[in-house]
């Protein structure tokens, strides 16, 4: 069956603007979570969706928000981008405990 | 705050080598662990887990770990490495406490050297 797909796998932004991720989980998997990957803080949670509903927030920012879709797809959206949002945001769902780990957005702020 | 700590940022070794990568987490409940590989340029792909039962776990391409509850470790092994085997390993843990987010720890590089 289809892996956790993220769209798109790159692109550069300018400080200022804003961005949207998509996320389309594994078919039946209810539940997607986004962390950040840096080099220096390794991979930071960032929220959990479970129905439609945000069930966990991490620390980050109100830039960063996200929202689930009736078909558990999910999008995370970073507005008023900064130079330290430049990562790899790695979508992950899962519907036993086991994440499943798509290849990730990366994201580059210039 | 819970957390998960990773000792060795970088680890060398020659192939054939043993491989032992520590992994401690701060939390005095239930928990269900992992270990987590990422490959260069590739997705974050599961190496072996551990809920319940028998404390050491044996997950894909010959990695065992094994969780020491009384140490809050669970340190993954590997009795002889190979080059394919470089690789950023991560350790992450679920603190079962209401719904609960899974944590990694920082990461360890491994690079095996032929």
């Known amino acids: 069956k289809a892996g956790v797909t993220q769209t798109p796998r790159y692109l550069i932004k300018t400080r200022g603007q804003q961005v949207t991720l998509s996320c389309s989980p594994i078919s039946g998997h209810r539940s997607v979570s986004w962390y950040q990957q840096t080099p220096g803080q390794g991979l930071q949670f960032l929220f959990e969706?479970?129905?439609?509903?945000?069930?966990n927030k991490g620390n980050f920012p109100g830039r960063f928000s996200g929202r689930q879709f009736s078909n558990s797809r999910s999008e995370m959206n970073v507005s008023t981008l900064e130079l330290g949002d430049s990562a790899l945001y790695l979508c992950?769902?899962?519907?036993?405990?086991?994440?499943?780990f798509g290849e990730g957005s990366r994201l580059t702020v210039l | 705050a819970q957390s998960v700590s990773q000792h060795n940022h970088h680890v060398i070794l020659s192939e054939a080598a043993s491989l032992e990568l520590g992994c401690n987490y701060s939390?005095?409940?239930?928990?269900?662990l992992f270990w987590y590989v990422q490959y260069p340029g590739q997705h974050l792909q599961l190496l072996l887990k551990y809920f319940s039962g028998d404390p050491l776990v044996k997950g894909i391409k010959g990695f065992e770990a094994e969780f020491i509850k009384s140490k809050f470790s669970f340190n993954l092994r590997k009795p002889s490495v190979q080059w394919s085997d470089t690789a950023e390993y991560f350790c992450a843990v679920i603190f079962l406490s209401g719904y609960s987010t899974l944590t990694f720890g920082k990461g360890t590089m491994l690079l095996v050297s032929p």
């Open positions: 969706y479970f129905s439609e509903t945000q069930r």
């Open positions: 939390y005095g409940g239930t928990v269900n």
């Open positions: 992950a769902s899962t519907r036993t405990g086991e994440l499943f």
